[in-house]
């Protein structure tokens, strides 16, 4: 019985996960920092660019596909898309300068 519980309680919290990445699917990043979102079970990250190194790419969004249904993996890979990020635009920003 307590077996079920528990997987009736993991079933329940994986759906309100699903829900919330959807929420923030449709928010993209504009409130949210997670800046991941699931799309057809895949996760993907999406980062709009600093208005300051724009010029320096085509779009204002940087969208990349993961290829990963899992969310602890995704979640990792985000914080390391992030600080290769941020150290790529403080170079851009020291050269501009």
Same mark, same amino acid.
């Given at each position: 019985?307590?077996? /079920? ?12 996960? %699903? ?5 923030? %699917?449709?928010?993209? /990043?504009?409130?949210?920092? #997670? +800046?991941?979102?699931?799309? @057809?079970?895949?996760? +993907?990250? #999406? ?12 779009? %204002? @969004? ?13 979640? @990792?890979? @985000?914080? *390391?898309?992030?600080?290769?990020? +941020?150290? +790529? ?5 020291? *050269?501009?300068?």
């Amino acid at each position: 019985m307590i077996g /079920d519980g528990k997987a009736l309680l993991g079933a329940i919290a994986a759906a309100l996960l %699903d829900f919330l990445i959807c929420w923030v %699917d449709n928010m993209v /990043d504009k409130s949210c920092a #997670s +800046y991941l979102y699931k799309k @057809r079970g895949v996760y +993907y990250f #999406s980062k709009q660019l600093p208005s300051d190194v724009q010029q320096h790419y085509k779009c %204002d @969004r940087i969208v990349i596909c993961l290829k990963t249904k899992s969310f602890s993996r995704a979640s @990792r890979m @985000r914080g *390391s898309i992030l600080q290769r990020l +941020y150290d +790529y635009w403080l170079s851009l920003r020291l *050269s501009m300068s």
